[in-house]
């Protein structure tokens, strides 16, 4: 007797410091996971800048000033011609003009569509530089190493050091990273286009999977006879949630685009491709929120003369809210991280504006980290992380929000 209790009690113990052992585990690997992100993708949202005197001259920018202060100023504006006045204003940098980035000019046109009043003046514009550059501001290269495996040139050093001296360089934050859609240049690259792609995806994808999902709850659960063919659609649903995502990007693929000619890379058919894997999530979450209500309130209320509809609508509905909307939420969350589905509707295009509609073209927050660490430039790998930072506050915020709304309505009884 002795040695079964004895041995039941070692076996609850190895169970306990089994169980400990993998949460550590656990943790540890998420420790090392927010490590690694944010070591790397802090140095992201920073940015060098180095300052040139520009002259904007509306004649050597072609601009006519009576249209640049019209109606359609701000299109007369943004047809002169910013790249040479770039290449005029960086040869006051001397040997260091080459260290100012192509795109660099986009930061002298944005200037005067804000205010164009800088017409014919002189001021000092803070520009940013091309990637290996900033590469070096941020510590990234080891000078001790040969020029020829380090990354950059001896002539790229020295014409860094020589703008340090004269106080033109400075390394900040970076707000383009914020405001800004992708670019093929790492320093010009920014996040908002595929953030805003994602909201426009999420919110089609809401808008059409939380009334159809929850409508359907609520007729399975309240109003459907209990039959073989009931339970054939709630194992369907059943078996639907748990199909991995590509299918549904490869169903996507064939009704929405093959089908129904609908555009490419679009948010509206992003959206629709999700809500076909969001819906049976919402559908399981709502029956299980509506089945926790009591049948007293039922009972409750068709015993005051309420209808069969009355009764779900009025007081039903409005008790099993909170837990329809925390699976509705955790469900986007889910959503939000998908990109398997997304690349087969050809969500992965390069794309360099920010969309401005649902049908054009654009891109998610996992695709973009998926492009940008696919390519070789050096600059790419921080904002790579950068990226997964963002997503990862995305996701964070919904869960906050799917926490609260739990916290805030759940009713126990």
């Avoid at 890379?265 to 009591?294: E, H, N, Q, W, Y």
């Avoid at 969309?355 to 790579?384: I, M």
């Amino acid at each position: 007797m002795r040695r079964r209790i004895a041995a039941r009690y070692r076996s609850e113990w190895i169970f306990k410091h089994l169980g400990m052992g993998a949460l550590l585990l656990a943790g540890l690997f998420l420790v090392f996971l927010l490590w690694t992100v944010v070591g790397k993708g802090a140095a992201g949202f920073m940015g060098t800048e180095v300052k040139v005197s520009v002259t904007y001259d509306p004649t050597v920018l072609g601009i006519d000033l009576a249209a640049a202060r019209g109606p359609d100023g701000k299109k007369a504006i943004q047809a002169g011609d910013f790249q040479g006045l770039l290449t005029t204003a960086s040869k006051s940098l001397g040997q260091g003009a080459d260290l100012v980035s192509a795109g660099a000019w986009v930061a002298l046109r944005d200037a005067v569509v804000d205010d164009p009043s800088l017409l014919g003046k002189t001021v000092a514009v803070w520009v940013p530089v091309k990637s290996d550059v900033d590469q070096l501001a941020k510590g990234k290269y080891d000078l001790k190493e040969p020029a020829a495996t380090r990354g950059i040139g001896d002539a790229e050093v020295a014409n860094y050091n020589a703008l340090i001296k004269r106080g033109l360089i400075r390394t900040g934050f970076n707000p383009t990273f914020l405001q800004a859609a992708d670019s093929n240049d790492p320093e010009l690259a920014g996040i908002w286009g595929a953030t805003k792609g994602s909201l426009l995806t999420l919110a089609v994808t809401l808008g059409l999977s939380f009334p159809i999902g929850v409508l359907a709850a609520i007729y399975l659960e309240e109003f459907a006879p209990k039959n073989r063919w009931t339970d054939l659609v709630e194992v369907s649903i059943n078996n639907l949630a748990a199909v991995p995502s590509i299918i549904f990007g490869l169903l996507g693929l064939a009704v929405f685009l093959n089908f129904f000619n609908m555009p490419r890379s679009a948010p509206i058919v992003g959206g629709l491709t999700l809500a076909l894997m969001t819906f049976p999530v919402i559908v399981i979450a709502g029956r299980v929120a509506i089945k926790a209500v009591p049948p007293s309130i039922r009972d409750a209320a068709l015993g005051v003369g309420a209808s069969r509809v009355q009764v779900v609508f009025q007081h039903v509905f409005p008790l099993a809210l909170p837990g329809i909307l925390t699976g509705t939420i955790i469900g986007m969350s889910r959503a939000l991280g998908e990109t398997a589905p997304l690349l087969l509707i050809g969500m992965r295009a390069f794309v360099t504006d920010t969309p401005q509609g649902l049908s054009n073209p654009a891109t998610v927050l996992p695709v973009q980290v998926f492009l940008w660490s696919d390519d070789v430039q050096r600059g790419f790998v921080e904002k790579t992380s950068a990226a997964i930072i963002v997503l990862l506050v995305f996701l964070m915020l919904m869960n906050s929000v799917a926490i609260y709304l739990r916290n805030r309505f759940e009713r126990r009884w």
